[in-house]
């Protein structure tokens, strides 16, 4: 069976269930469930269930409903992302709810339902929950499931497939209403075992946790199989009217377009992208219905919070792949996806609206190459294209079997513009200083590098970790991955000498992240001989890496920062060889010196641009760093007349402040240099040497 087919796995085991009390079991099936992107998007959906605790006050047994809660993820959540509420306090705000315009106020009531003093906010879905009289509730967004509640007629077709079983519901924004809608159908039909909500999704109940949730998989494999039937044998989207261009050259057409976009939309607020060329994307942007299904809106609320109502189509011909020709097209398109999401906004706002917020698009729709998105971080990004694949999926199954149908306009607004809803965005913490830039890291898997890299991404950076030694640069890539997140790194093996070399690794942090906005250039290499015993190949080494390959990276930060139009950060890390000569290391300190010198030209042309070039200085890092370990700590020691193990020491004591210097140490400059935070800085040096007077700059 293909991803659209192929049945939901029951990975529920009895052995491990049988280990957990009721909480324990609610977060297991919760886990189980947000595991399967087919059964709910990613902080889409909720479960609960109703557990006997004891009251801390007065001892006694009552009954508290766990829920996920607000902003949680289901595949994720751990039992502190559960909100908890006595259930008695609950069922009592039925006595003082006035009607569906009084939905904000009992919000607000929310928390004094709160049991055991629990700080997790409860979500907006908590009354869907708790006014079902099940024991165990799960809400879920399948895509088989909502592309029976996006169709027109998904009344009559939640009936054909299954019967009693399941009922249906129209549409309703989520709140205290939908919790007494489902109420009263349970008990107008207490042998149903669930509902349909009208774009929207699914509820299922029981009263056990391992049969809610093997009834949740059941009723999703039923619309899955429903669908393989249905379909089978169908045009999909009305057919392909193009072809998709091959894996490398849509590759290579969204790292062109990815900063382009990202320089027009990343004004006011750096954006970070996505690119997704899997097969649901591709049929969906070669297809016949794409522009009229797009026109269309996505259906159910977890979509459109993440990617707008509607993704922008750009003009792009796959058969006459002009790629220059779509980025001249793109102000236009831009400006015309502004104006139609101001006119939304206009038509659609109440009196006490929030102001509108980025009139720009988050999902742009390449024919014969993919989908990109773009947001203010690079999950939120990947999220909102996982969830606009969610919207293809969905789309894919109600205009085969039927006809889709978007949510309403202002029905969308009200969502998008809820009250409750700004009061969450109000309450996010305030970005890092580096949120939305990309930093690319040459010799980024060394001692100096890999600081840098911490350092950075602590702020708030994604990071491109770029080195020639591809095993260490895979264990620095898993270890960040960790710490941070697999959205914060990524890696490419490379050879900074190399022009082609260096032009595919920034495409390819086009294509990850969709740009660069700090070039960190690290790359190192060190050699120790008197002048007359260096070898024209020690000699050119040191050239070529040290100088040549910073030129070559820098050439490209360049050329791409330009096409960005948002200006740029290069940071080189030269030595205080570059202005202190030490002897039997000329290849060294010249290459060091054409560094620095460098740093000084590209300073003059990028002003203009807003590109600010600086450099630091380091001096005898040795923990951690790769240039020190062999023969050139050997040579350093030999040329000092000290013992190898000797050598750290003597380099403190050398030092004006008598202090080692640490990799962290350069990464604190780095990053006051990249960051803001010397945003009126360029052509600087700052030695971070611990003292020496031979590098003084003045």
């Not at 649901?280 to 459109?304: I, M, Q």
């Amino acid at each position: 069976m293909s991803g659209q087919t192929r049945l939901l796995e029951n990975r529920w085991d009895d052995s491990h269930a049988a280990t957990l009390d009721e909480p324990g079991k609610l977060l297991y099936r919760s886990n189980l469930l947000g595991a399967d992107k087919r059964i709910t998007n990613y902080g889409g959906g909720n479960t609960s269930a109703k557990v006997m605790e004891t009251d801390p006050l007065t001892g006694e047994k009552v009954q508290v409903l766990w829920v996920k809660g607000s902003g949680g993820d289901v595949g994720t959540i751990k039992l502190d992302g559960f909100a908890t509420l006595y259930q008695e306090k609950l069922e009592a705000l039925k006595g003082i709810y006035q009607g569906v315009h009084d939905e904000d106020r009992m919000v607000g009531f929310l928390p004094h339902c709160t049991f055991n003093l629990n700080p997790r906010a409860a979500s907006i879905d908590t009354p869907l929950h708790g006014f079902v009289p099940f024991t165990h509730v799960d809400h879920m967004h399948p895509d088989a499931i909502i592309a029976i509640a996006a169709s027109r007629n998904s009344r009559e077709l939640t009936q054909q497939i299954f019967g009693s079983d399941i009922g249906w519901l129209p549409w309703r924004r989520p709140g205290f209403q939908l919790g007494l809608d489902l109420e009263a159908f349970v008990k107008a039909n207490p042998t149903a075992k669930g509902v349909v909500l009208e774009s929207h999704g699914l509820f299922t109940w029981a009263d056990d946790a391992k049969d809610c949730y093997e009834l949740t998989l059941a009723i999703i494999n039923k619309a899955i199989a429903w669908f393989a039937k249905e379909t089978e044998g169908k045009v999909i989207f009305g057919g392909a009217v193009t072809d998709s261009l091959p894996a490398e050259q849509r590759r290579a057409i969204a790292a062109k377009l990815m900063p382009e976009i990202r320089g027009r939309i990343g004004k006011i607020e750096r954006k970070l992208g996505d690119f997704d060329d899997q097969d649901a994307v591709l049929e969906f942007v070669n297809s016949n219905k794409l522009k009229p299904l797009g026109a269309l809106g996505t259906s159910c609320p977890d979509h459109f919070l993440r990617t707008k109502i509607r993704p922008l189509i750009l003009d792009f011909d796959p058969s006459n792949p002009d790629v220059d020709a779509a980025i001249a097209g793109l102000d236009q398109a831009l400006e015309d996806y502004r104006a139609d999401y101001t006119r939304y906004y206009e038509t659609c706002k109440h009196d006490n609206s929030p102001k509108m917020r980025d009139p720009n698009p988050v999902i742009f729709l390449v024919p014969g190459v993919g989908m990109l998105s773009f947001a203010k971080d690079k999950a939120t990004a990947r999220i909102a294209g996982e969830f606009y694949v969610n919207a293809i999926n969905v789309m894919r199954g109600a205009s085969t079997v039927s006809e889709y149908q978007g949510l309403p306009e202002q029905e969308a607004f009200d969502i998008e513009y809820w009250l409750l809803e700004e009061a969450k965005l109000q309450r996010m913490p305030k970005p890092k200083s580096l949120a939305g830039r990309v930093a690319f890291v040459t010799g980024g898997a060394g001692g100096i590098g890999r600081a840098t890299a911490e350092r950075l991404m602590a702020e708030g950076a994604c990071v491109v970790l770029a080195d020639i030694d591809a095993e260490a640069l895979e264990t620095a890539k898993a270890d960040f991955a960790k710490r941070y997140s697999a959205d914060a790194v990524r890696s490419v093996q490379l050879d900074v000498t190399k022009e082609e070399a260096v032009a595919s690794a920034f495409a390819a942090a086009c294509v990850e992240f969709g740009g660069v906005d700090i070039l960190v250039s690290n790359a190192g290499i060190a050699s120790s001989a008197p002048v007359e015993e260096t070898t024209l190949a020690m000699w050119d080494k040191n050239i070529s890496i040290l100088a040549t390959g910073y030129f070559l990276v820098s050439r490209e930060a360049f050329r791409l920062f330009r096409r960005q139009n948002l200006g740029g950060n290069i940071v080189f890390v030269a030595s205080k060889n570059g202005l202190a000569s030490s002897p039997n290391a000329s290849a060294y300190c010249t290459a060091k010196a054409a560094e620095i010198h460098l740093a000084r030209c590209l300073a003059l042309e990028g002003a203009e641009a807003g590109i600010r070039v600086n450099t630091v200085n380091p001096d005898a890092v040795l923990r951690g760093s790769k240039i020190w370990n062999g023969e050139w700590r050997e040579q350093r020691a030999a040329s000092s007349k000290i013992e190898v193990t000797d050598l750290e020491e003597h380099y403190r004591k050398r030092s004006m402040l008598k202090l080692n210097v640490f990799p962290e140490d350069i990464a604190e400059a780095i990053y006051f240099l990249a960051s803001d935070l010397s945003a009126k800085s360029t052509g600087n040096i700052i030695n971070v040497d611990a003292g020496n007077a031979q590098s003084f700059t003045r």
